[in-house]
Structures are given as C-alpha cells and as structure tokens.
C-alpha cells in the first residue's frame, strides 16, 4: 500500500478500529446502533501489507435478531461496534450491550464468546488490563437488575471473579477506571428509558438521578462521592496518591454540553460537527475522609483520551486526545496542553510504545484521519514525544468516523 514517510520497521502487527457502519440503505437513527465493522491494516518491516473491512457478523447483523425480545434479552443480538481489543490470546469485537464477538486475525468472525459459559451479563467495550497482572478487568450493565456486575479475568482469560454492585438504578456507563488497587465507578445521570427502545438508545438526561463516583477496594467495598452532574463517556487514567486517595482524569461533558452532543450523534448529522462537547477534568477522591475535589485542566473541546497502558492505574505523564482535527497532548508535569493541527478528522490515537523505550512518549499514536469532505483516509503515524509526522499509509477507501482501536504486536 502507498505510504508517505517511512513506516518504523518495528511496528509490525495489526491496527484495528471498530466502529458502526450501517448496511446500505439502513439509518440505525443514532450512530451508536450501527452495525460493527472492523477496519485493519497489517503492517511489517516498513510496508502496509494490507487493510481490510469486515463485519462483525452477529446475530444481530446475519439473521436481524431482535436485542429485546419476547424471551427476554440475547446478548449475541448487538452490533459489536465500539472496540476491539485482544486478551489472552482472544481478538474479541466488543460493545457495552452484549457479549463480546471473537474474531480472527484476519476479521472472520469467529462468534459470540462467554468465557465458557461464565460470563452472564454484557461486557462493556472499555474493559482495563491491569500492566502488572495482566488481568482484565471489566464490568456489565443493563435495563433491569441487577444493573451493574464487576468482572475480572485472570491473564490467561478464565472468568475468576463477578460480583454485583450496588447502584440505585439503570444508566448508561460507558467507561470506569482501576488503580493499583480499586476500580473507579461512573453513575451519573443519563437513565435508561423503555419508552425509548426501539429509537436508537434508549437513554435520556434525568436531573433527580444525580451523580456519583464510587472507588471500590479489593474487598467489594464502594465509598461513593457526590458530585456535580456531568456525563463521561471515557476516562483517561487513575491512579492512587501517596495520601491514599484516587485520582481520575476524564473527558467530562457539563449538562449542556451533553444535551447539544447527544442530540447531534441521536440524529444524522456530522458527530463532530456539535461546537460543544467534552473538557478535560480531574476528580480526586478520598475514601478516608469522603472528600471530593473537582478541577478542569483545560477549556479544549477533546475526546477519546489515551495514553501509554503500561502505566494504566499508575503515574502516567502524557495523555494524547483528538479535538475535531487536532490531536491534542497534554503533559501532567508542565500543565501544558499541545495541539497539532491536522486539517483532517482524527479518530482515536492509540500510543503504541517503542521497544527499550526510553520514556513514557517514547512510541508512536495511530490514527485513522480522514479529510473534511469526508471522501479519503489514512492511516496517521505520529512520534508520540514531539508529534511529528512520522508515515502515513493511504486507504483504498473511506473509512467513516468510528470508535476504537487497538495495536496488536506480533509476538
Ligand atoms: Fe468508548
């Protein structure tokens, strides 16, 4: 494939990006409920070997089997359109209403996977390897009772550990975060509302919910914090301070910039086309005396937060998000935030680090970008330190705005 700028010899292995395209002729009325389809290139020694796209064949997409049925729910009725992650050997599609959807290395749908039989609830498309353990851990939720359920996988993939946590009703949670030693819950306050289903997704803004953070110890444990009304759709890292207390980083949406963005994904116009959206936020919580402390770091309108996962629930300098055609950097040490322009729209950075590296940027963020008119992408190499243009590899096609992804090295 055409490549601009040279292709490190040592990114060799798959990129992958799910994200929701619709069959032809289809309008799922909301960009959350298309269909999945995973988009790959596989690179080796400097060369783009290949891209591909395939459906992520569900149950949903080969036989239009309803998610919400007389019998109840099939969690292997969904789209399995939001992310794509490998765990144990696994590539598995995943989206935060069903079961995971495990795939080949070359995108043939293997098919619905439960862990043997142990996983009974949804898994969320955000789960979180823990770098030291090489756990999973993940969580479930749902329109009816209980609503939320932990889960952790052992690093060889055996469902070890599922236990329900209490939350007082059915919202929409689409991230959380771990530390070294607790998980970070999100209950805030977009509910599900069954006189929605069947209208794109069935969750509404509701100001009587209110808002929480819960950190939960080992032990099951949740101490939970007040705080002001916002959605999350995705953190960035958390981590424990030398006080004992958990720090979280995450794109926050105030109230209006919810309403303004979820209107515009609920309907058919361009999803980063709303003026308002997410800003960078810190919330340190305190388990010991129930404190809680808020701040906003930045006023950037930013998303898809990312950073090196070697450092997932530790101390982490850097953390790279995309605005509507930048990507943005942030550096927790100097506060400084920088934005390199690209004239196009990136998707999701995903960092991938360099072998030996030398620091934590020391790698490279891929990006699918694509221009303004929305008619040709590519493949974005960036030097993750300096966010220099390092290569890009030219797409045969369009590859329209999607969700996440993730670099799968050869081994
Ligand atoms: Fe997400």
């Not at 004992?244 to 361009?270: K, M």
């Not at 953390?319 to 998707?347: I, W």
Request: net charge negative; aromatic share 10%; hydrophobic share 40%.
């Amino acid at each position: 494939m055409p490549v601009t700028g040279t292709l490190p010899e040592e990114l060799t292995g798959r990129y992958f990006r799910n994200g929701p395209n619709p069959l032809p002729g289809q309008d799922p009325g909301h960009w959350f409920t298309g269909h999945g389809m995973i988009h790959g290139l596989r690179l080796r020694d400097g060369r783009a070997e290949w891209y591909r796209n395939r459906w992520v064949r569900t149950r949903e997409f080969t036989d239009s089997a309803p998610f919400l049925g007389p019998n109840g729910i099939d969690l292997t009725a969904v789209a399995a359109n939001t992310s794509v992650v490998q765990h144990a050997g696994r590539i598995l599609a995943l989206v935060e209403n069903g079961l995971p959807y495990e795939m080949t290395p070359e995108l043939d749908t293997v098919g619905p996977w439960d862990f043997g039989g142990r996983l009974t609830t949804a898994m969320t498309a955000h789960p979180k390897q823990d770098p030291v353990t090489g756990e999973l851990h993940f969580f479930g939720y749902g329109f009816f009772a209980p609503y939320l359920t932990y889960h952790r996988l052992s690093a060889t993939g055996e469902l070890v550990d599922s236990r329900v946590v209490d939350v007082p009703g059915p919202t929409m949670i689409h991230d959380f975060a771990i530390t070294e030693n607790h998980v970070v819950w999100l209950d805030l306050p977009v509910v599900f509302d069954m006189d929605l289903v069947g209208r794109g997704m069935p969750y509404r803004w509701d100001d009587s919910y209110g808002a929480r953070l819960g950190v939960m110890d080992r032990g099951g444990r949740v101490t939970w914090f007040e705080v002001d009304p916002c959605y999350v759709f995705h953190v960035g890292n958390a981590r424990e301070d030398a006080a004992g207390r958990v720090v979280l980083d995450a794109a926050r949406y105030s109230p209006g910039a919810f309403a303004e963005t979820w209107s515009h994904i609920g309907g058919s116009a361009n999803p980063a086309a709303g003026a308002d959206g997410a800003r960078l936020h810190r919330w340190v919580l305190d388990p010991a005396s129930g404190a809680v402390r808020e701040e906003q770091l930045d006023d950037r309108v930013v998303e898809f937060p990312t950073f090196n996962e070697d450092r997932l629930g530790r101390t982490s300098r850097f953390l790279y998000t995309v605005s509507s055609d930048a990507v943005v950097k942030y550096d927790a040490v100097t506060g400084v935030g920088r934005t390199r322009d690209l004239g196009a729209r990136p998707g999701e950075a995903v960092f991938v680090p360099a072998s030996g590296a030398r620091s934590e940027d020391d790698g490279w963020l891929l990006s699918i970008v694509t221009d303004h008119a929305g008619e040709g992408s590519e493949l974005l190499v960036l030097g993750a330190a300096d966010l220099d243009h390092v290569a890009s590899v030219r797409l045969p096609r369009r590859v329209p705005a999607g969700f996440h992804g993730s670099w799968i090295a050869d081994r």
